[in-house]
């Protein structure tokens, strides 16, 4: 048996102590280390086994964080987890784990700070804010609704 194989585990299961990560980042980060391709699987089938590695966990929580803190929207989340190959599945149950009333207090908290940010004379406003909450990964129907609220704030 490989002497590194314990230290990559040990090393993993510390990394996947320090916060829930998604498989993609284990691999990735056993890839640093130096790990081959089947040391790797060896030590995600172990990580598994053992929960320090969770996918649906993962995205659950990964879902949630991101609008309660970074108040970010669906199609951004959603391609976020995408970029770190999380199956379709287990990114739309993590986007169903969100409150609907967790996410609509993030697009209003965003939609609000910002359209205070900008000049009432500006006849761009609106434009600017469309753009901005696309940029967060609001979808254009959600936003074309908090645009409605916002105009009876002025």
């Given at each position: 048996?490989?002497?590194?194989?314990?230290?990559?585990?040990?090393?993993?299961?510390?990394?996947?102590?320090?916060?829930?990560?998604?498989?993609y980042?284990?691999?990735?980060?056993?890839?640093q280390?130096?790990?081959?391709?089947?040391e790797?699987?060896?030590?995600?089938?172990?990580?598994?086994?053992?929960?320090?590695?969770?996918?649906?966990?993962?995205?659950?929580?990964?879902?949630?964080?991101?609008?309660?803190?970074?108040?970010?929207?669906?199609?951004?989340?959603?391609?976020?987890?995408?970029?770190?190959?999380v199956?379709?599945?287990?990114?739309?149950?993590?986007?169903?784990?969100?409150?609907?009333?967790?996410?609509?207090?993030?697009?209003?908290?965003?939609?609000?700070?910002?359209?205070?940010?900008?000049?009432?004379?500006?006849?761009?406003?609106?434009?600017?804010?469309?753009?901005?909450?696309?940029?967060?990964?609001f979808?254009?129907?959600e936003?074309?609704?908090?645009?409605?609220?916002?105009?009876?704030?002025?």
């Amino acid at each position: 048996m490989n002497e590194e194989k314990p230290s990559y585990l040990v090393k993993a299961e510390r990394f996947c102590a320090m916060g829930e990560q998604c498989e993609y980042a284990v691999r990735e980060k056993l890839r640093q280390w130096g790990a081959n391709d089947v040391e790797s699987d060896e030590v995600v089938s172990q990580l598994k086994e053992f929960g320090f590695l969770d996918e649906s966990r993962y995205a659950q929580i990964y879902c949630r964080s991101k609008v309660r803190l970074q108040r970010w929207g669906r199609r951004k989340i959603q391609y976020q987890l995408r970029m770190k190959h999380v199956p379709d599945a287990l990114i739309r149950d993590g986007l169903a784990s969100v409150s609907d009333e967790d996410y609509a207090m993030a697009l209003h908290s965003v939609a609000e700070n910002k359209w205070k940010s900008y000049a009432k004379s500006d006849p761009r406003r609106k434009y600017k804010l469309v753009a901005f909450l696309q940029s967060r990964g609001f979808e254009m129907d959600e936003i074309m609704e908090e645009l409605k609220n916002l105009n009876n704030l002025d």
